[in-house]
């Protein structure tokens, strides 16, 4: 504890006497200070115990030392020492009134006390609490660290818990809790979530003090990571702010975690090389040979269904999109929009791939993630939080889209995912090319997520909307809309007809109002225009598709 005016005033060496204020004598003293100025105030920070003579007071007046009292209050003055036997030979009633009203206390200083005896109790008490605070501070290390040893970040929070006498929580780079102590702690840090995140977004180290959920405690968040951005956080709650001792307990269980969290990242990228290997492995057909190399690695991932998730950053979706010669079909919406509405911040792919792991890790289910070169491959369990957490990122990003296209592109920093249906070991290669054709269609249509299952249910008139095909239409139909329009006939119309009777001549004929004659007529100048014959199926084809996708295009 550090000194206080009561631990002076017993004090035996000392002999001070309390002349006003006894009801504050419990507060805590932070230096012994000598003036003899009328008006000390401009030199005090607050928490002194001012030693004075009245060498330039005249303290018998009271108005004087109404003023002088309220001043020494208003700069936070803790106490008042007053030397008898120098210049007052004792303490004036003016003095002693005015610091009972103001509630300050007043000590007597004998003339035998010199002041300096007084600064030199108030030195030695305050390095005596130093010392104890460094010396609880170090044994409050080597217990958070033999914690950490034994039973990792749980027993280190609970460790943590039991020196700052409140609670502590861990939080994952998604800003999910992980571990909290006591348990009854989770559901208070779970609260805290928004915090977190806000605290996420500064760059680290960062930490930030914020009031309890419901006012009962107050709570420091403290960011962890050595990178730019933090992999994890530190919630600390307690009744009131921490002290010297504690305060060196929580910046040792900083450290610690800190060192486990980059620890961890060597070991996640040590994994992330053996989930390559196993990811061509199984996409070269050879499951067995995976599985030998995984181990218990990833559980029975490799034996239940899985879906394979297939990801790249909307610039990479761009250039191969600019490759293939198509376009996006709407501009996108800014990066840090689109991020913030997911919760994460900077390289998207790195976010998704730290959601997907974070709902692994919370479901207890095994999820292999391997960044390859522009994209992110992972595989998931079909059904399992990690798919249903990469769906939801997937939506917050669609939202944030479709909430500000107005805005300019930015699509260097989002995020296109392709998803293939359930497979499993021996169609591996398969799901992985389900995965690349999702992700080619999410790319044309500008979505960020796109299943490979949503393709096969749906219709393939979407897929025309696609400037090279409306190009292809529009050549292949020009030379009959031409003729159309020196008004000779509508081979277009009747073309449309006839094929959507399936060359029934009386049925087209009857939706177009003409004889059937008139209708045979129209198709043979359609062939003799085109080049082309009816007959082929591959023509009719081509020539259907062509008229949906003008149709699409509102042509």
Sequence with gaps: MPPTLASLVHHSALKLTVRAGEDHLDVPVRWAHVSELADPVPYMEGGELLLITALKLDADDPEAMSRYVKRLVGAGVVGLGFAVGVNYDDVPKALVDAAREEGLPLLEVPRRTPFLAISKAVSAAIAADQYRAVTAGFAAQRELTKQALTD????????????????????DASGAVVAAAPEWAGRRA???????????ERPAPASSVVGGPSGEDRVELHSLGTGRRPRAALAVG?????????????????????LTT????SLHAAEQRIGAAVLRMLLAGEPDH????????????????FRLILAESASASAARAHADGHARSAPTAPAAAVLAAAGMNGDPLSGLAEIVESAAA????????????????????????AVAACQEYALAVQAA??????????????????LSAPAGPIAAAAAYKQAEQALSVARRRGRSLVEHEELAAGSVLPLLADDAVRAFADGLLRALREHDATGRGDLVASLRAWLSRHGQWD?????????????????????????????????????????????????
Aim: proline residues 2%; negative net charge.
């Design 152 to 171: 990792g970040p749980e027993g280190l929070l609970a460790a943590l818990a039991g020196q700052v006498d409140g609670w502590a929580a861990l939080y």
């Design 190 to 200: 779970a609260r805290l979530t928004a915090d977190v995140e806000r605290l996420r």
């Design 238 to 258: 307690t009744a009131a702010a921490l002290g010297t001792a504690e305060r060196y307990a929580v910046h040792s269980a900083i450290a610690l975690l800190t």
């Design 262 to 265: 980059e620890r961890s990242r």
């Design 290 to 305: 995976a599985r030998a190399v995984a181990g218990d690695l990833y559980g029975d991932l490799l034996d239940a269904p």
């Design 362 to 385: 919370r479901s207890g289910e095994a999820v292999l993630v391997v960044p390859e070169g522009e994209r992110l491959v992972a595989l998931a369990a079909d059904g399992g939080a």
């Design 401 to 418: 889209r479709a909430a500000t296209l107005e805005q300019a592109a930015a699509d260097e920093d989002e995020l296109v995912v392709g």
């Design 507 to 555: 049925a087209a004929a009857a939706d177009l109002g003409v004889h059937r004659h008139t209708l045979r007529y129209r198709m043979r100048r359609v062939e003799e225009i085109l080049g082309r014959s009816l007959d082929d199926p591959d023509v009719r084809m081509e020539l259907w598709l062509a008229l949906k996708a003008t149709a699409a295009a509102g042509e």
